[in-house]
């Protein structure tokens, strides 16, 4: 008797506290039971989620690979990097052998946008890519609270790589660019500011031998490859051009840091050139490779 007095008086206290104190077992969200699309943030139409739906089955059925959208109001106070691979395990997102999964998931109160990859998209979709696609294709539609569309609009952009990466033979729509510039990191525009900077005092310094040249040189180069991996995560095509018309302003102030000619300013000399080197539906049992990328809207 004086037992099941004691287990009741634990029972009650540990009710009493759970009251007082209650335990977020899982903030994750449970996949619905359509699991492609899981709109549990309310923003999307009927007939986007009916698009997302029927294409995503389309594609797991005839390649195995499944894109999965998910969009939430808030993270349980979670960062998305953390949420997206909690929530893509748990899904199971992609087949279990080839682990071709791929998660859109957009958080509504904290404004961002992550795409999570398998392991087996990774070699298609790596993290700078996927951070280009957002931006391209989604992020401007976000920034406009069209949610809705944006989520359309990637899904289309990733469901045309992933399909076309797996062998898919149904048809494929086509998304659209965005209109909006890509922003850039804020330390573009400071690491572009040393390099003035690096530019006006040695200038002022003067050379007046080879060692210091090619020291100079060195440093304005290595501020513009820095610059160039930084800006090829956005855009590949303007990194290349940047570090192109980088170095060569570094040659048209410095000259050659080979040349025998020294003192003050230097111009081109030919015979060197530089290079830079170069019904009920499931997951199949995917789990994430923890890569992907996160936006900000």
Known sequence: MKFHKLALNKIFTLLFLLVLFPVNVSAIVEPTDKFYVNDYADILTDEVESYIFDNSVKLYNETSAQIVVVT?????????????????????????????????????????SRVEVGYGLEGILPDGKTGRMQDEYMIPYYKDNNFSEGMLNGYKAFFEVVASEEGYTGEISKANKADGEIELPEYVLTLLGSKLLATVVLLAIGFSSKKTRVIAFCILESITIALFFIVAKYDVGAAVSFAFIGTIFNLAILGDPSSRSYGGRGGYSSGHSYHSSGSSFHGGGGSSGGGGSSRSF
């Not at 990097?81 to 997102?93: D, N, P, V, W």
Request: aromatic share 8%; proline share 0%; charged share 40%.
């Open 72 to 112: 939430v109001k808030d993270l349980e106070g979670k960062d998305i990097e953390s949420y997206a691979t909690e929530l893509f395990r748990h899904f199971g997102i992609g087949d279990k052998e080839k682990n071709n999964g791929l998660l859109l998931l957009l958080a509504l109160d904290e404004r961002k």
